[in-house]
């Protein structure tokens, strides 16, 4: 990140959030929520560029910057992370509203939205937050001021 920030090229960062995680692991148990944590995890490090970096991030969250993408190809990756996390198998039976995993995509591009680093993730996780606030199970993208 500190490179692409120096040298002045674009860097997207994602973090991604899975929706109603805590309902997941009260309802089905903490081993389903490992299973679901695993395979987001494999989903996502099987949809990214070779150079992109992806980790997790916080309990159910994941970071991906991807280094040389600009807010089109950090939109696209993120939309075809999206679509194919929601093709996970979860199991889910019972009242709890919860059908398909599904996740909320926070998006934000240096060097444009912000110049720091610690920047770059708070606009990512407000971006984040502000697609669950919009619905869940969308993507959204940081406020460039």
Do not use: W
């Not at 395979?39 to 991030?57: H, K, L, P, S, T």
């Not at 280094?67 to 199991?91: F, T, V």
């Amino acid at each position: 990140m500190s490179k692409s920030m120096r040298q002045k090229h674009f860097l997207t960062l994602l973090i991604i959030d899975i929706d109603d995680f805590k309902k997941i692991n009260d309802c089905y148990g903490h081993q389903q929520g490992d299973r679901i944590l695993r395979e987001v995890a494999d989903v996502i490090q099987f949809n990214v560029r070779e150079i992109d970096v992806c980790a997790r991030y916080g309990g159910e969250e994941f970071a991906v910057v991807l280094p040389y993408a600009d807010r089109r190809i950090g939109g696209m990756i993120a939309e075809r992370l999206r679509k194919s996390i929601s093709q996970i198998k979860g199991n889910f039976h019972g009242t709890t509203g919860i059908t398909k995993v599904t996740v909320s995509i926070g998006v934000a591009v240096g060097p444009h939205d912000i110049l720091d680093i610690h920047g770059l993730i708070h606009k990512a996780d407000m971006a984040m937050y502000q697609a669950k606030k919009d619905g869940k199970n969308r993507i959204s993208y940081s406020n460039v001021h």
